[in-house]
């Protein structure tokens, strides 16, 4: 940790700040400039709360050397994360495709998509039971019984299946239900939810938030892992910007500065990232090019009078046509799919 | 409900969306153009799944004509919400300022600095018993016990007391306490906790989401209010933009912006949206001349040494001198403080 | 157009707006809903100074149907745009890849990035003889000496080349040497520059301004094609966003929008988005995968040394490395490179 | 400036930085964490191209501990620059207001709204002669023939004038005419431009950009006055982020980050900002409050026929008014208007 003393800073303010530094247990190296003194400190920042120095009279600014998350970086563990849910590994050499609906709407229709899609060559269905809609008058998901018509799909397909949670008092259900539970954009800092998923021995789907740095989002990641669950998976989704031609903007760098910084396996969604279909299979060849562990991808058989988020569904036809193309791809890049 | 066809749709796909509009209740009328058709549609779009419509075939896009809230907008109510707290008024002509530490430490420092804001001219005493912290290694709050302690200052001191849930779980014991429900920035899109505040009888502080738009603002408060509590105030604390200088951007244009939509009353945090409290006093009186409704302020008597957010405090003396200053300013616009 | 009344909005003001539209040569239907009214009006916008209708009294909102570019976008021209300069096609099957450093420093120098780009495969010389750098203490380009080392670069090795122009009065002066003219990101809304290299017969390499939207960039487009020159060459180098791992967000989703859009090619900047040499390679070949028209890559041959923007620079046998890796991809896509 | 070295880092390679620092002047003090060294480096890092020690092997970060603007800031000058204009003072404790259309559209309007904002307090009359439109198809201004009327208003009304320049081309043109040359915000960083106004004598207003942050803005400045003219006015006009019921979200916040960072004057554009005249009177009281030293209002005589911006102008009335509100406010931040 550095600290910047503010050009006004007298000797004393410096000499308080070493003190202060000194109680904490850091060690300290003052380094005097023309107009201004820093103070380099040894010893681990963040069992410290760094406002008790920040906050002090002579203080201008406080530059981290360490990351803020140690069990999501790669300071501890440096080799990649591969996460087994039977025998679907995630992080791996094989890519791993999720697809499905965004709501489950009735057995019939999600069992169809279902048996489409694992033809097709995805591993793990996805479906909401429990939907975060931005208005209370938009259909908020079948709950239980969604998770029900999941399981019994699981059941029919041998599918692997991926469902979000949205409230703490759900989470044991719907990971008696699940093998994969789904965190939401807008639940990335819902701190408890985190930590409550944490407490499961299922592995955890953690979306960036819309606003969320990859540094934030390392730290929803570290919430998980610190509650006693190492199975997390990112999923980029799309951050918020003043563009208004997609949904969202895609941020695919997000892959190489994941896989820089971190040794969790990240997937990419670009159905929510876009909201429109016919931005899905670029994306979706962009992501596997620039290295992604898998993809998320929204399938409808008929999108037309999806309940949710049909703009942005592919049809089960041209979602296998998808994943035709992406197999090259994926093996230009050494992986499988 | 205006339904813009693509140029290339065919007269069938016009028909089409003309008898499935006229199914769905809506009365319609295409207008013809030289290369565009567009649809107009007379009905409540807010009973309707919109996205039956925009992934038909042929349709570009659809254009709202009505906004999307219907409780928190002024078509049903013109005349401005006020929100009563005892005898404290939220949303009328009398300034309200709610001051206090981010978090609750202990009793006597959250005692001490409860009679100076009341001294200063606060009216509502602020604190945090359960803090959402990007990191699972800070200070998490004090929980039940900082409740108690906010309970005993409001018996010490008659201010009132805000103080954030940020779990569904907990709505029912906080909300037994205190007199106004914090929803933080974080969770302005945790619907469901939306949904349990909006069930209890309490007034909900709504914070902005740091890269929510207004209108997502004004559903959030259409949750609480169709949930059955009609008592929301909204609370701008700074939006994320690439500006690095504050901690994040204040969107003091809200403050007009809510007032033409909405019947709410709204307050500002200068302190959360800079992070620093230099830039709080400025923000402040500029906030009340746009204005706002009130002002939320972090004030610590010791921020050096405080466990949270000790570099956005104002000491009790500046938050006394900048109650005096904003007076003028209040009455320059016709307001009491 | 459509025009939305408010819904305070009287029948004389109605009538007003329609009047008003007959007089400038639109065909009106109004349609009357039950709390508001909209006018549908049929004509060429684009002709029309719009405000001279959203200031009338009553008005609420002006609905565009037909985007604001005409010769940049698909409406008089479907088929894509391919820019022939020499035997080097843009925007065709083959990709084209421009390579080089940031600055232009010294002949030999440069002469050697030069047969190293070619040797891997690069059609393109990249190189800034002026600079458009944020600091004035900065190294601001080598100007006309540039031009002249880049134009023996050409001799010497037969590739093409494209160099930055940042001045009306230079425009001259740069298009006589250069093959490309490039136009910067923060030169994007520089009308005057827009029209000067718009008048030339040079094709036009132009940036996307930092927080830019495409349909701005494509009206950006529209100035240079309207002042005589079609041959525009569009180019993504990153967005503005509050992320700050990577300098900007390449937004890759720019890539199937523009091709929706625009009969233009698109060509993406790796270097400059991300700041960083690490992540040019993963982000080249998502572009690619994505279905750039080529890419533009910086290179140096002594990184550490470089005046302007070594970090992001790759080393000629990185750059060779990733131009190998690049083919399958490009195979993938039904592209050669 | 720190040079953060990466946990990888040799011994060797912390040698050769220090080494290299010594070689360009600067004393080093390294300090050798557990994980990581920095180096602590005292000299001038502004006479230095900090990339010669970013990009040596085994650098993780450069932290600089000065700003980068030197002249713009208050290193060297702690007193507010007040910059005079004939009788017009700006920076001092009377607040200055600049008023007028958008663009100048014939003598007889021009004229009686120069008189009418004179009337009402204004003491600088704007207008656009050269305008930077979007669409290459919107009116572009009366180029000379309206900075002949702009003289001709100053002649009759004694107000001093400002208007926009946005070709290097026209400088001396424009400023042969103007009081205040203005530097828009798509102009921030043409750097040509910059530094051709400040090789002019007259003041310069510079707009911020609309993604760009303070200290770009202000590096903005420096190249004015780098190149020898100190009188820059800074203007914020709005910046833009996801929010869509404003044009751009105005940062007030830049008052005091800018009162902090530098000795010039900053002056606030509502009109721009919101891009809707019925909130530029609640946020131009704001800006008085948070400490503005004036303002930058759009006022046309016939907003519904104007050619430019009509819909974020205030009538000639409606700003007398807002006069009046303001003296108030100016007076409780210890101004006068």
Redesign the interface.
């Known amino acids: 940790m ?1 600290i ?1 003393m503010s ?1 006004s800073a007298t000797r004393e303010q410096v000499d308080n700040v070493e003190r202060k530094l000194s109680e904490l247990g850091f060690k300290t ?1 003052p ?6 003194t ?1 103070i ?1 400190a ?1 010893g681990d920042k ?2 410290l ?1 760094t ?2 120095i ?4 002579g203080v201008e600014n406080l ?1 981290p ?2 990351k ?1 998350y140690k069990l999501a970086g790669k ?1 501890l563990k440096q080799t990649p994360t591969i996460i087994e849910i039977g025998d679907v590994k995630i992080g791996g050499d094989e890519l791993v495709v999720m697809a499905g609906p965004c709501a489950i709407e009735n057995e019939a229709n999600f069992l169809e998509t279902a048996v489409k899609v694992k033809e097709a060559g995805a591993k793990i269905l996805r479906g909401g039971a429990f939907k ?8 908020q998901g079948l709950e239980e019984d969604g998770l029900k018509i999941m399981a019994a799909a699981r059941e029919a397909t041998g599918l692997k299946i991926v469902t979000e949670v ?4 759900d989470v044991e259900l719907v990971s008696s239900y699940t093998d994969i539970i789904q965190i939401g954009a ?2 990335m ?4 939810l985190l ?1 409550e998923a944490g407490s499961t021995q299922k592995p955890v789907l953690l979306k960036r938030g ?2 969320a ?4 989002w390392l ?1 929803a990641a ?2 998980i892992i ?2 006693g669950n190492k199975d997390v998976i990112l999923c980029e989704r799309g ?8 949904r969202n ?9 994941v896989k ?2 971190s040794h969790l396996p990240i997937v990419i969604d670009p159905s929510h ?2 909201g429109a279909w ?2 899905v299979a ?2 979706a ?7 992604a562990d898998g993809l998320i991808i929204e399938v409808h058989p008929d ?9 942005q569904s592919l049809r089960p036809s041209k979602f296998a046509q998808l994943m035709k ?1 992406l197999e ?2 994926a ?3 050494g992986k499988k799919i």
Chains 1, 2, 3, 4 share one sequence.
């Open positions: 550095i910047i050009s190296h380094i005097f400039g023309d107009i201004k820093v380099g040894i963040r069992l709360n406002q008790l920040s906050n002090m009279p530059v050397i360490m803020p300071e975060p809609r931005t208005s209370p008058y938009a259909f949205v409230d703490t008092r807008r639940n800092q819902n701190f408890r930590q819309l606003s740095t990859i540094e934030e730290m570290e919430y610190a509650a951050i918020r910007t003043f563009e208004t031609a997609t903007t895609l941020d695919l760098s997000a892959i190489p500065v820089e910084a990232a876009t016919k931005y670029p994306l060849k962009g992501a596997i090019a620039t290295g999108p037309a009078n999806a309940l949710c988020d049909g703009p193309e090259p791809i093996m230009a890049v």
